[in-house]
């Protein structure tokens, strides 16, 4: 299957890629990723993102499509893929429809994770992270330490990033709205979203998302 992933921060669009790449065995390729991999190899793409990203500056759409291409043209994307972050603006939706047409191959489907807003900024806002290991995440609601303020894991103290402040959600969320909402009516006019609630267990969302992928696949 070739799937696009959208949904706004917070709606938990890393995890549940990570889980339906396993479980459809496609590549899960994420915006992250694809500058990472490029910076860390030195690639020219690569040299570009990391000037951008030094300056504090977006990525522009040219350095990022650049890259998504390189990716699918990959053998282990033949079969099919998963993207998560791009495309993230009808811009690069109408690149990636006009390589994939290049290439004869269609997307099979898009899949809307739909996350009230309220949600987000709870989600997000409430979450601290260890300053000994950012891998070990607390939540003050859904997943408390043992101790307030004190990781269970290392007894690192546990402090909220300064970009998961309310205010700084609140802008992620209005940059989402402003440049990638739009690319879900893009895509509606192609009969390829499907739209699910993101709420609830991790294992149930996942079962949700494959169910509804399975009857747009069928």
């Not at 030195?42 to 759409?61: E, F, I, N, R, S």
């Not at 291409?69 to 998963?82: K, N, S, V």
């Not at 103290?157 to 402003?178: C, F, G, I, P």
């Not at 879900?184 to 509804?212: C, F, H, N, W």
């Amino acid at each position: 299957m070739r799937i696009v992933l959208v949904g706004p921060p917070g709606a938990g669009k890393g995890t549940q890629a990570a889980f339906l790449a396993k479980n459809l065995s496609i590549p899960h390729i994420s915006t992250g990723d694809l500058f990472r991999a490029n910076i860390n190899r030195g690639t020219d793409l690569g040299k570009q993102a990391k000037a951008y990203m030094d300056a504090g500056d977006l990525v522009p759409d040219e350095v990022t499509i650049g890259m998504a291409e390189d990716r699918l043209d990959q053998a282990d994307a033949a079969g099919g893929f998963l993207l998560d972050g791009f495309p993230r603006n009808e811009f690069q939706a109408r690149a990636l429809d006009a390589y994939l047409a290049a290439h004869g191959i269609e997307l099979d489907g898009v899949l809307d994770l739909e996350v009230p807003e309220d949600e987000v900024v709870k989600r997000i806002a409430g979450r601290r992270v260890c300053r000994n290991d950012s891998a070990h995440v607390f939540h003050v609601e859904y997943k408390q330490p043992a101790t307030e303020g004190v990781c269970d894991v290392c007894g690192g103290e546990l402090y909220q990033r300064s970009d998961d402040a309310e205010d700084k959600v609140r802008n992620r969320l209005e940059v989402y709205h402003r440049e990638t909402e739009p690319i879900i009516d893009y895509y509606k006019q192609q009969d390829l979203v499907v739209t699910i609630s993101a709420l609830g267990p991790v294992a149930e969302v996942t079962q949700r998302a494959m169910d509804a992928l399975r009857r747009e696949d069928g």
